[in-house]
């Protein structure tokens, strides 16, 4: 598990007239990735629309978009015709001009996961070629989508109160309470408070518990039920045997290379992650386990490619690409279990995985980042066998 950053969206230059501001009845089409729904102007102008449902009749307000673009993007601020599966948000700070933090606190919570589903099937289908049928799975630790956030960055204003940013801004939104936080959740050190540099999580595990130790605002999931169920996933497709070599790929502290040693034994398990501070803690997380610290890709690159029986990528944001991808393959693992928080970046690397032989056979996608769009999926590639003709 790498560390993922977060980016605030870049400052555009404006190409042509803006339209910022303008109103526009529309009927509300597919969900898109990205946590908005795609709609359509008269004109045939496309439109990213925030704070709808598919098939709803919406009167929308351009927040970004001038002549020169491609597509705008609007908010929903009316509402004319209502989707049966549109809630009043629990929290008083999402919707239009509000909190960024989540996209989907106007819908059912059964519905985003349906429509979580529907960009996983979209981006394979589009990206790789592939039909799936895909299945977004809750994991206990949250209250119906609330309060699963363990660890939470606020801004801190200058009298001391706390703010979030509104979507794709830096404007700050006052609040008082995030619903999606957990009431413990760590907060930043410029609050003022005495904190400890390292913590310790607990991944507990049909296998049995397993502790690691990590810097304090090192990465790790922040869903508190989403470590067991990335594990057991990853464990149970790969169903690693006694003696089988892995390498674990932007490994963060070892949590999958943890368990994947205590199933293989010492010394089969290579772990491999960029940033330091998790490289160390990984060795002292996994004594059992050959900890690299580099680079996933100069690493490969600077090693001949020996095989190895099975490969778990856990790549950030952007996904491993291509020329990491092909130094997985030359190294010929049985199976490879990709765990993948940005379904585009998964759908194509799978589709490269195809080029090399290795067809994608299974999915599971998990809600662990509940009332937002992100969807965190582990998907199986197995190499072919390829007979004589």
């Known amino acids: 598990m790498s560390h993922r950053a977060g980016r ?15 109103r526009h ?6 969900v898109a990735h990205g946590g908005h729904c795609v709609a359509r102007l008269p004109e045939g102008r496309v439109v990213f629309v ?10 929308l307000v351009i927040t970004e978009g001038t002549d020169g673009d491609r597509f705008w993007r609007a908010d929903a601020v009316e509402v004319i015709e209502q989707s049966p599966d549109r809630v ?21 919570l059964e519905r985003q996961r349906l429509l979580k589903a529907d960009v ?37 204003r ?45 991944v507990e595990t049909s296998r049995g518990p397993c502790s690691f130790t990590l810097a304090r605002h090192g990465f790790w999931q922040v869903h508190p039920g989403a470590p067991r169920a990335l594990v057991e996933t990853v464990l149970e497709v790969l169903a690693p045997q006694p003696g089988e070599s892995v390498l674990d790929l932007y490994a963060g502290v070892g949590l999958f290379s943890a368990f994947l040693a205590d199933a293989v034994g010492p010394g089969s ?32 690159l600077a090693q001949q490619a020996e095989h190895v029986d099975l490969v778990v990528l856990d790549p950030p944001r952007s996904g491993a690409r291509r020329q990491v991808v092909e130094q997985v393959v030359a190294r010929t693992p049985r199976a490879v279990a990709y765990v993948a928080c940005d379904p585009a970046a998964l759908a194509r690397d799978v589709a490269v995985f195809a ?3 290795y067809a994608f056979s299974g999915l599971r996608a998990f809600d662990i980042f509940p009332m937002t769009h992100h969807v965190e999926c582990v998907a199986v590639l197995e190499r072919e066998e390829r007979g004589p003709k």
């Open 120 to 156: 996983v099937r979209e981006q394979l289908a589009r990206l790789a070629g592939l039909d799936v049928d895909v299945q977004v799975q809750p994991v206990e630790g949250d209250e119906q989508g609330l309060r699963w956030r363990t660890r939470q960055q606020y801004v801190v």
């Open 50 to 59: 925030r704070h709808a449902l598919p098939g709803e009749r919406v009167v």
């Open 158 to 202: 200058p009298d001391g109160g706390l703010a979030m940013r509104k979507h794709r801004s830096h404007d700050l939104v006052p609040i008082d309470d995030c619903l999606i936080a957990r009431r413990e959740a760590r907060t930043p050190d410029s609050r003022g408070l005495a904190e400890e540099q390292h913590v310790v999580e607990v």
């Open 25 to 30: 009845e529309v009927v509300v089409g597919p």
């Open 269 to 300: 398990v290579v772990a491999v992650e960029g940033n330091g501070a998790a490289a160390n803690h990984a060795r002292a997380n996994v004594p059992a386990a050959e900890v690299v610290h580099g680079e996933v890709l100069d690493v490969l």
């Open 355 to 357: 080029e090399h032989g």
């Open 88 to 108: 009043t948000a629990p929290c008083p700070y999402a919707g239009p001009g509000r909190c960024g933090g989540c996209d989907f606190q106007h819908v059912k």
């Open 8 to 22: 605030h969206a870049r400052r555009k230059q404006p190409r042509g007239a803006s339209h910022v501001g303008e």
